[in-house]
């Protein structure tokens, strides 16, 4: 595609506090003969299946050897039983199909498309069965591989804007396990072992710890044989431990990091909420009034369109299984980095005290109930919904009650989550460019 | 290298399949706007974008970045809707609304719930010949602007190392500038000249409005004569042709920036879909080409340079064969840990020579077209991007027509047909090449609290 900038304002497509629709898509759900969990959509229109393999399996399982999730996971389709690397992909390309794997924080995931016809579905899904449970991990395959994260992690370091989130998530979380990058550093990348790898899988991609999401053009008992043929590699294993909660924070602090570059780049923020908060949706429509709207949020307004500061200036929480951040971010010019940040927290403290507007609250709640059904107009962003719907435990009925519940969601609980939330006595900044001296 | 057809064989898929081929409803208004509608009623939602004919390619030397700086102000405001009402009101609708400029175009888009269509078309309609261009309005987003570059490109070693490569790749070319153009000419811009290229190309005889969604054609229909209907079409001015010239010889370039990595990037001139002429085959025939060495994992540098010899880190190629004018199939990557770029521009060579001297095994080329058939099914689950192409191609030149063509012509592509475009583009005086040798970054290092700028009373 040849566009080269989608200009007007970074888009910030934040999945895990927005959700869904109006005539709602039922979601199904049962257990697999081998313990994972599977959640269900049936959609008409497209001959094509969108499934996706989740795992608790994410950075925050890294332990001490940070980057172990990410290479596990990424080593997956370079050999797996009979197959290596080419045969892996020639088997899926030959009949259109698409399949990959990631890690966040809290999971690891195997994404596959294909289209329906009945020979070519099931090439994908036995490719995707070894993939997930006769992983090889050959010795070559995983040195290229470590040595190509260790080239991006390197690579990284050239951009400020990476950087920058690096050291946020540092300085908020300290010692627990959201803490560090997905890739993890130089030095914790450098001693994984192969060994360390099998071992990983061995006890996180397990039928017990798993969950299949599936989308598309299919009956359920279709989607039963699909599920099942998928697991039907694991061992059943154990579902990992409960993370600890994150220590809360004491004091402000600020973090700089002189980096040679233009601008600086500015988080700021405060440890925020869960994925299955109480007050997820006081804050979730709160921050869609501060700094989640794009060009019409308080943070952007005073930022951008008032004073010309930054290209992006925005807020938002990332809910996870443990409190996820809130978050400000923006960037601007090395000397007018302070004013910038002024300018925002201004904004974030004086939101936190006084809430919104009854108008700014209608307006919001029009937004995200006249914006639902965008939400859900594809498989895709479907599947999606519905992995993190499941990955959460949150209720299967989600997506169902959601519009009652934003329209429930009064100026005073937001003013009481905020304040609760969002103490200025905690909050966390780091700079990281030549503003930063 | 991304899939872009429209139009399904028969012999892969279903019939049933080809049989909902969504139709496309083509209409022109008196005022000479174009409109396409195409029916898409699995949610309802609808997605609405107005094109115009103009982008950085339009633009000469001086004014560079107009056509993108003109795109910031359209959210301006107009006597009817002041600053800051087109997003707030789009908002209170519950869409999502944004921009685009690129070499060839500026688009607009909000996607909506269907219901909401009226409120897209009101607020474009009057954008389209009614903006207010206020000096003060102006003088912040030009620092918006300026931010954004220094964002996407000032700090960012590798985008800035290929819009140097751009330069040099280019002899007279428009392509030749940067979509958000060079600094002083951003710098430079006045309001006087953003009047001006409004008046020259924001009418509807330069525009195609695009609506993919829940909605039927005929009511679209209604709703653009009723709001585009009214708006009077401008006299637009002939564009001149601007073919680049003859190239003589490789061009090589070296770019030291800080950085981490080093990087490598090499273009062949090759002609567009719309330049081609007759010959429309080439154009498909280097899309193949593309598919052979970047059509995923499969492909020749993924499987051959990254995994094989391992003398890539990273490593793409690409082309693009619906831009306006004459543009370059291009080869990117980063050398393997221990690797030069040397090592690496000799691999690229290497596969460039393989797919001149040998014919593609059928069994590539068939994978190729696997691709080509099932991401035309996948892409129909995105009324946006179907949109998009709609749009591009309409303003391109094209028609979109063309990508109804896609999968029918790149399935016709033989072995044969790879090879001659590989022998006649993929040769020393189309070439260039550019080198990203990083210089050392000073380490980011914890400065002194006690040395910071920042008042305490700002983070309290």
Known sequence: MSVKRLSRWLVFLFLMVSAPVYAVPEIQHWVSPQGGRVYFVPTEGLPLLDVQVVFDAGSARDGEQFGLAALTSGMLDTGAGDWDADAIAQRLENIGASLSTGVSRDSAWLSLRSLTHPEKLAVALETAREILSRPRFDKNDFEREKNRTLLGIKQRGEDPGELVEIAFFQALYGNHPYAHPQEGFAETVAPLTREDLVDFHKRYYVASNAIVVIVGEAKRAEAETIAEKLLSGLQKGAAPAVLSAPAPLQSTEIIKQHFPSEQTHVRAGVLGMTA???????????????????????????????????????????????????????????????????????????????????????????????????????????????????????????????TEKVKAVTREDIKRAFRTRIDPGKIRTVLVGGGAK | MQFRGLRLALLVLPLSLHAAEPAVHEFRLDNGLKLLVQEDHRAPAVVSQVWYKVGASYEYGGITGISHMLEHMMFKGTEKHPPGEFSRIIAANGGRENAFTGQDYTAYFQTLEKSRLPVSFELEADRMRNLILSDKEFEKEQQVVLEERRLRTDDQPRAKMEEHFQAVAYTNSPYKNPVIGWPDDVSGLTVGDLKYWYGLWYAPNNATVVVVGDVDPQEVYALARKHFGPLKPSHLPEIKPRGEVEQLGARRMIVHLPA??????????????????????EAYALEVAAGILDGGNSARLASRLVRGKQVAASAGAGYNLYSRLSNLFSLEGTPAQGKTLQALEKAFVEEIRRLQEEPVAAAELDRVKAQVLAHH??????????????????????????????????????????????????????????????LPMPEGAKAPEESAPMGGEHVR
């Open chain 2, 377 to 438: 099914v996948y892409e129909r689950d995105s009324m946006f991007y179907q949109a998009m192409q709609l749009g591009m191609t309409e303003t391109v030149g094209l028609g979109w027509k063309t990508i109804r063509e896609y999968v029918d012509k790149v399935n016709a592509v033989t072995a044969e047909q790879v090879q001659k475009v590989a022998q006649k583009y993929f040769v020393d005086d189309y070439l260039s090449v550019a080198y990203l040798e990083p």
């Open chain 1, 276 to 402: 299955t908060d109480p007050d997820y949706f006081p804050l979730y429509v709160g921050n869609h009034v501060l700094g989640g709207s794009g060009l019409v949020s308080r943070i952007s307004k005073e930022v951008r369109e008032k004073r010309g500061l930054s290209y992006s200036a925005y807020s938002y929480f990332m809910p996870l299984r443990e409190l996820g951040p809130f978050q400000m971010g923006l960037q601007t010019r090395n000397d007018q980095a302070e004013e910038a940040l002024r300018v925002a927290l201004d904004a974030i403290r004086n939101f936190a005290a006084n809430g919104p507007t009854e108008e700014e609250l209608e307006a919001a709640k029009k937004n995200i109930l006249g914006g639902f059904v965008l939400r859900l107009d594809s498989n895709r962003k479907l599947a999606q919904q519905v992995a993190i719907i499941a990955l959460y435990n949150r209720p299967l009925d989600y997506l169902a009650t959601f």
């Open chain 2, 260 to 281: 981490k990595l080093p990087y490598l990037v090499m273009g062949y001139k090759t002609p567009a879909l719309r330049t081609m002429g007759e010959e429309d085959w």
